[in-house]
């Protein structure tokens, strides 16, 4: 059993990926999608998306970190994986399952499930295009507007020889509207040549122990909802080793966020670390009550120095012994 962490546009970048690396329970990241048009990007593209290839392609807490490219054109992607895996990259992710409007308007995403044939032959450039013992993985969604073509397109990954396939439990018209629809995955996995990869809605143990049975697959994906439950990952380890884990309650997500007003203040102009800080309080919301006390605190201020006041003033006070 696997668990890897989603590759969340505007959400999880390097900050993110080492706070909750650093919790633990995850084997593998995914950067957010580096758009490729017709140009070979420049290595400072690559640095800037994954600056973990400054460390062998690995988080501070070593975790591998595949560079994930998103385009509609086999020959640029082929260059361009070509380029990430001479830098470093333990291993490539190619996105067919974005659902945003202005990236599948730019033919990339999960527009390009409407075309199992070009799946094949962007996987396959890109397979041909980097070592052998670099894997390559893709990312799907059910379908675009439906299902219907979902074993075409995943015939053709297998057919293009990729190494792995994360299958996102909705369509691009379902968005991230509950329900996953986990028992889709079933017949695609009972006949898959390589390992599948569950995806979607799964926010607490309960939830990964249903999409296992639903999906009957030994790997998953997690997004948003460990960005709600920081530790999910390592709770799912624990039962599966049948260990004892400290789950982290709210002290200890105030001490995260701290760490990660600085972690990200040290890396973005200070305007933006506020932003930061509120965006993932807004997916602790979910999971711990205090997260919305902290956010109504300081969702008006503008500084980080201000921000990290309040987390400050959420933190346990020190007894004297």
Same mark, same amino acid.
């Given at each position: 059993m696997r668990i890897m962490l989603a590759p969340m546009e505007g959400v999880v970048d390097h900050t993110m990926r080492t706070m909750l690396t650093a919790v633990g329970g995850i084997d593998r990241c995914v950067t957010e999608f580096v758009r490729v048009t017709t140009a070979r990007l420049p290595t400072r593209t690559f640095y800037r998306y994954c600056p973990e290839l400054h460390n062998d392609g690995l988080t501070p807490s070593g975790v591998p970190v595949y560079i994930q490219l998103l385009g509609g054109q086999p020959e640029p992607m082929a260059i361009n994986a070509e380029r990430a895996a001479a830098l470093g990259a333990p291993g490539i992710d190619i996105? /067919? %399952?974005? &659902?945003?409007?202005? +990236?599948?308007?730019?033919? %990339? %995403?999960?527009? @390009?499930?409407? =075309? &199992?044939?070009? #799946?094949?032959? *962007? *996987? $396959?450039? +890109?397979?041909?295009? #980097?070592? $052998? =013992? !670099? &894997? #390559?993985?893709?990312? !799907?969604?059910?379908? /675009?507007?439906?299902?219907? @073509? @979902? %074993?075409?397109?995943?015939?053709a990954v297998f057919a293009a020889n990729a190494s792995e396939l994360t299958i996102h439990a909705r369509t691009k018209e379902d968005g991230y509207k509950p329900p996953a629809y986990w028992d889709a995955i079933a017949d695609i996995n009972a006949n898959s040549p390589i390992p599948i990869i569950a995806n979607g809605e799964i926010w607490s143990v309960k939830d990964y122990h249903q999409c296992i049975k639903e999906s009957s697959c030994a790997d998953i994906m997690l997004g948003r909802g460990i960005l709600a439950c920081p530790d999910l990952a390592r709770q799912i380890n624990a039962e599966q080793l049948q260990q004892n884990t400290t789950v982290m309650q709210w002290p200890d997500i105030v001490e995260l966020l701290a760490q990660f007003c600085v972690v990200t203040e040290e890396e973005y102009e200070p305007k933006y670390v506020g932003n930061r800080v509120k965006q993932w309080l807004g997916y602790l919301r979910r999971q711990y009550p205090m997260a919305e006390v902290l956010f109504e605190e300081v969702k008006r201020l503008k500084w980080p120095e201000e921000i990290a006041e309040g987390i400050d003033r959420h933190k346990t006070p020190v007894i004297p012994t």
């Open positions: 996105n /067919f %399952g974005c &659902p945003a409007k202005q +990236v599948n308007r730019s033919d %990339g %995403g999960s527009v @390009l499930l409407k =075309e &199992p044939d070009r #799946v094949y032959k *962007i *996987i $396959d450039a +890109v397979r041909k295009a #980097v070592p $052998d =013992e !670099i &894997p #390559v993985t893709a990312k !799907i969604r059910l379908g /675009f507007e439906d299902r219907s @073509l @979902l %074993g075409d397109v995943s015939q």
